[in-house]
C-alpha cells in the first residue's frame, strides 16, 4: 500500500501567518490522485483539495495545493481562526486508499 | 441538499458484530460509490472497503477481508457496512463517504456524521 507520511506533525502558528503542510507518498501517487481534508473536533472530515491542486467547491482562495508524483503540499496563505484544525491527505489513485496521519494546525 | 446520515453508537461485546448504516438523500445514489473509513481514537484514518452502488460490486482491504460485508439497499438508498468478531481494537469512528462514480478514482467528496462502535466486555 502507499503509505504517506505528513510533516510536521504539529504547526504553531498565529491568525494572519503562512502554512505550508507536506505530504510525502512512498510510491507515486497516480495521476496525482492526492487529496486535502480538514478535521475539526467531533465533526467529519471536509475536502479541501482534489487532485492535488483543485480547490473543491466553496473553500476559500487562501488554502492552495501543489505537487506531484510523492510530494505534495497544502498551503493556507494567511491563517483564519475558523483554519486552527488537523488537516489529512489522502490518496485515492489506488487501492489500498491511505491518509497521512495528520498534521495540527494550532494557535 | 446532499446528506449521509449514518445510524446512530452503538456499544457491543467482543466477538459480536455490528451494522452501520448510510442513508443518502439529495443525490442520484447510483451516480456515487460507497466507501467506508474507520478512525479509532487518537489514530489515523483506515479504509475498510467500497461498494459500487449502482451493481453493488464490492472491494476491502486485506485486513478486513472475511470479517466486513458492505451491501446496498437502492431502494432506501442506504449502504451498509457489517463488520463480525469484533475485538477491542475495532472501537473506532466509523464513516461512510461518497466518491464520484465517473469511470476514474475520485476523491471523497462528501462524509457521513460518522458513527462511534464501542467494543468492550
Known amino acids: 500500500e502507499n503509505v504517506l507520511t505528513q510533516s510536521p506533525g504539529t504547526l504553531s502558528l498565529s491568525p494572519g501567518e503562512r502554512a505550508t503542510l507536506s505530504c510525502r507518498a512512498s510510491?507515486?501517487?497516480?495521476?496525482?490522485?492526492l487529496a486535502w481534508y480538514q478535521q475539526k473536533p467531533a465533526q467529519a472530515p471536509r475536502v479541501l483539495i482534489y487532485g492535488a491542486s483543485s480547490r473543491a467547491t466553496g473553500i476559500p482562495d487562501r488554502f492552495s495545493g501543489s505537487g506531484s508524483g510523492t510530494d505534495f503540499s497544502l498551503t493556507i496563505s494567511r491563517l483564519e481562526p475558523e483554519d486552527f484544525a488537523v488537516y489529512y491527505c489522502h490518496q485515492y489513485g489506488s487501492l489500498p486508499a491511505t491518509f497521512g496521519q495528520g498534521t495540527k494546525v494550532e494557535v | 441538499q446532499v446528506q449521509l446520515v449514518q445510524s446512530g453508537a452503538e456499544v457491543k461485546e467482543p466477538g459480536a458484530s455490528v451494522k452501520v448504516s448510510c442513508r443518502t438523500s439529495?443525490?442520484?445514489?447510483?451516480?456515487?460509490?460507497m466507501h467506508w473509513v474507520r478512525q479509532a481514537p487518537g489514530q489515523n484514518f483506515e479504509w475498510m472497503g467500497w461498494i459500487s452502488t449502482g451493481n453493488g460490486d464490492t472491494k476491502y482491504s486485506q485486513k478486513f477481508q472475511g470479517r466486513v460485508t458492505i451491501t446496498r439497499d437502492t431502494s432506501a438508498t442506504t449502504v451498509y457496512m457489517e463488520l463480525r468478531s469484533l475485538k477491542s481494537e475495532d472501537t473506532a469512528v466509523y464513516y461512510c463517504a461518497r466518491e464520484e462514480a465517473n469511470g476514474r478514482p475520485d476523491h471523497f467528496d462528501t462524509w457521513g456524521q460518522g458513527t462511534m462502535v464501542t467494543v468492550s466486555s
Open positions: 439529495g443525490y442520484s445514489f447510483p451516480t456515487y460509490s
Open positions: 510510491q507515486s501517487v497516480s495521476s496525482n490522485y
